[in-house]
């Protein structure tokens, strides 16, 4: 990657590049003792350092958050949207590029790169209807000459923090929609892989988003603690961890903010033998094994039902095939995992699955890499006789590590899955209508894909996760967000004709 040509980046480093902050339109050097290294996952190569950011920086940050939000909140609707116009453009127009960059720091596929870009460019193309989304309704008449209408208003200065695994799509689930809305923002992306979450924001720079409107500051804990308690900021969206996510949303809270978490999961894909076998089986190793399992949405735990016990044998063939490879490497299906931490728990939790008596069908803790001996791969590995006491089905694994359960009849699948405190998605395949739509019916997690393993909607619904996988009511982008990024005032309004005939003082609460 030749860092060096982006303005993101520190140019005049004789060693690692640094990675810079965006404040009030300027791309700025941290004065930051504390840099961490950004890794090749699949290398250990490091790509970049990242500042996490001083205190006054990150009051700078929202400083110029706050006076940009002066004028963006009066600019008009057309002139935001055709910034979005311009955005969607240019990141059609730098898509490969930045996917080359995601992989490199991410350490998923070049293909799945792509994918995560245009996840997020979706949601950017949405923000161009931001003229008729931010619409208020108007009722005529609703008292003799009193007429009622609500404005959508933005709220100010609103924040994000995003997790490692889309540093593309979550990034753009939060400030286009944010900014297009009329507020200004401040991002914290993920310090494992900020690289090409910042040529995401500098193409914002170049689409026209003035100075001040998006601003990004680097960091961890004590960054995501500030934001979280800083008195300008009116908004925050986090996408991360349960443990953080739960932290975020009650800091924030506490702090008088509206607050959106969207976190941990575990996917049950329950599969009726009627389903169609060869597509079920791909859907399953595929949302299974696809990013290295590192997807909110990932499909972690297969439940077979009646006769579709029988497909284990084919869903352990089918995964054994997969190859394991850096993601820029052609023909890969598995990249590494994101840090060697992550490979420690991930094998940690596959040995508590062998010690809790799960039965090991496919092991991939000892895979090799020719060429990648230091990457931190983990192939595809697969669980049968899980029970919901193990480890291995209570905690989100976030590793290419699927397990498997065996159930006798729908209801007993549904049951399952319900008693399970997490609410991200879930999957049923079959040919059965009646089936599915009972399914739909009963379920209690807050995205359903029918013969569809990763059911994330797009931006013209919401990403509606549920129960343990969110804490807030409004999700992600679609309609919820705008109601999260708005305020809606009503406004009642009466205007007299210069002939209006003097009523008298009304003393009741009745419009008259
Ligand atoms: P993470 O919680 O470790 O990090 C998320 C963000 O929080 C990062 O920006 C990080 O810098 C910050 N952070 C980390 N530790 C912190 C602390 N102690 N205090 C305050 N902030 C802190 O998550 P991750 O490992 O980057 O991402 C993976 C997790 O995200 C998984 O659990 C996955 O399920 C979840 N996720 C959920 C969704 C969803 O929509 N529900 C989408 C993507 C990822």
């Known amino acids: 990657m030749n860092a060096s040509l982006n303005p993101s980046i520190n140019k005049n480093e004789t060693a690692v590049a640094r990675v810079k902050l965006l404040i009030g339109g300027e791309w ?5 003792n504390e840099w961490h290294d950004i890794i090749n996952p699949a290398t250990q190569e490091v790509l970049a350092q990242v500042p996490f950011a001083t205190e006054s920086e990150l009051n700078a940050a929202v400083a110029a958050a706050e006076q940009a939000f002066k004028t963006w909140r009066l600019t008009p609707v057309g002139a935001r949207m055709r910034i979005m116009l311009k955005l969607q453009a240019l990141i059609r127009e730098h898509s490969k590029r930045i996917a080359v960059v995601l992989s490199a720091e991410q350490g998923k596929t070049i293909a799945d790169a792509e994918g995560d870009i245009f996840r997020g460019l979706e949601v950017v193309e949405h923000a161009c209807s931001i003229g008729t989304l931010q619409m208020g309704e108007f009722a005529e008449n609703v008292a003799g000459g009193v007429d009622t209408y609500t404005l959508r208003q933005p709220i100010g200065v609103c924040a994000g923090i995003t997790p490692f695994n889309f540093p593309a799509m979550i990034p753009l689930w939060m400030f286009p929609m944010a900014i297009a809305c009329g507020n200004t923002f401040v991002l914290k992306p993920s310090e494992q892989d900020p690289l090409s979450t910042m040529l995401l924001v500098e193409l914002a720079v170049e689409a026209g988003v003035p100075a001040g409107v998006l601003n990004v500051v680097h960091g961890g804990k004590q960054v995501v603690d500030g934001i979280c308690t800083h008195k300008e900021i009116k908004a925050v969206s986090f996408v991360g961890s349960t443990a953080v996510g739960t932290h975020v949303y009650n800091l924030a809270g506490q702090h008088g903010k509206r607050v959106q978490s969207m976190m941990g999961a575990k996917n049950h894909a329950v599969v009726l033998p009627d389903a169609n076998r060869e597509q079920t089986l791909n859907a399953l190793v595929g949302a299974g094994f696809g990013a290295a399992g590192q997807r909110c949405m990932a499909t972690s735990v297969v ?5 579709a016990k029988q497909w284990l044998p084919d869903l352990k063939a089918l995964a054994q095939k997969l190859k394991v490879n850096a993601g820029s490497e052609a023909g890969t299906d598995v990249g590494p995992v994101i840090s060697k931490r992550a490979k420690e728990r ?7 699955g062998i010690r809790e008596g799960a039965k090991l069908e496919l092991d991939g803790r000892n895979v090799s890499v020719p060429g990648f001996e230091d990457g931190n791969f983990i192939g595809p590995t697969l669980f049968s006789g899980v029970t919901t006491e193990m480890q291995i089905y209570t905690q989100e694994i976030f590793g290419p590590v699927l397990v498997v359960m065996e159930v006798d009849t729908l209801d007993q ?21 009646a089936a599915a739509r009972k399914f739909q019916s009963e379920i209690d997690v807050g995205q359903v894909g029918i013969n569809i393993p990763i059911p994330v909607p797009v931006p013209s619904f919401s990403f509606t996760g549920s129960r343990g996988s969110k804490l807030g009511d409004l999700g992600p982008y679609g309609k919820q967000v705008v109601q999260f990024y708005t305020q809606t005032k009503t406004v009642t309004s009466r205007w007299f004709d210069d002939d209006s005939v003097n009523d008298g003082v009304n003393t009741t609460i009745n419009l008259r």
């Open 28 to 32: 700025v050097d941290s004065q930051t």
């Open 346 to 352: 991930v094998l940690g939790l596959i040995e508590s």
């Open 303 to 307: 439940v077979l039902v009646g006769a």
């Open 413 to 433: 699948a549904i049951a399952l899955v319900n008693a399970n405190p997490y609410g991200n998605g879930t999957g049923l395949f079959t040919q059965s209508g």
